[in-house]
């Protein structure tokens, strides 16, 4: 559910999320049903998980399963369109093995299944990536300057709940393992930045999308300053 309250604001939700909508409309996400609800509190700034989920540097230290599966990520690198790196060869999903024996989301174009996941991203704090087989909502809450909560939503085709090789579990796994990396990882990040010896990090060129992040808080103090 989307509550715009802002009165002189947009309306409608596709024009608020903007390409997001156009991006996963194949997946009809309003005719899935949540089949598994995680939440994680992570200690960390919510804009260190945000920078965590928008580069790959990170990626062959945190996340070697990850990396396999998706052999672009091992390149330390996102691709300046959202990151969709293809997966590796005989997957099609993310899972530990890459495979799936579930149903597939009927009407995925030929390059969407063959990419294993497509990104939206709603900046500050909402994901939604689409799998073969499944979808994934993540949102972000701020807690405090130190403190964020995770919400993962793990979403199914009424067909897929019923399938009888439908595992929660297994179909769950590898995704709360990325997730579980990705906590720990930013948890470290954030004490390492109480270092008094530096003021500020440096961008890697492999991090193409934080210059967005960067422009769309600066931009937001500028208005509000």
């Known amino acids: 559910m989307f509550i715009n309250l802002d009165s002189d ?23 899935t049903k949540v089949g598994r609800r995680m939440v994680r509190d992570v200690a960390c700034n919510w804009k260190v998980f945000w920078e965590n989920a928008t580069e790959c540097y990170h990626c062959p230290g945190i996340h070697p399963e990850l990396c396999r599966v998706v052999p672009y990520y091992g390149q330390t690198r996102l691709s300046p369109d959202e990151g969709e790196g293809r997966l590796a060869d005989g997957a099609v999903t ?40 499944y979808a994934r909502i993540i949102y972000m809450l701020p807690l405090g300057p130190e403190s964020t909560r995770l919400t ?32 720990r990882a930013c948890e470290l990040n954030q004490k390492g930045l109480h270092c008094r010896r530096h003021e500020n990090g440096v961008v890697m060129p492999q991090e193409t999308s934080l210059k967005r992040l960067y422009q769309w808080i600066h931009d937001g103090l500028r208005e509000h300053a």
Do not use: C
């Open 9 to 31: 604001g947009v309306t409608d939700a596709g024009e608020a999320l903007g390409p997001m909508t156009e991006r996963l409309k194949n997946w009809r996400l309003h005719e």
């Open 94 to 133: 993310w899972s530990f093995d890459g495979k799936t024996t579930l149903p597939w989301f009927p009407d995925l174009t030929e390059d969407e299944q063959k990419n294993g996941h497509s990104y939206g991203m709603k900046m500050p704090n909402f994901v939604v990536v689409g799998h073969v087989d």
């Open 152 to 183: 993962i939503h793990w979403l199914f085709r009424d067909e897929t709940l019923a399938h009888e090789d439908f595992d929660l579990d297994r179909v769950t796994e590898f995704a709360a393992t990325v997730v579980e990396q990705d906590a």
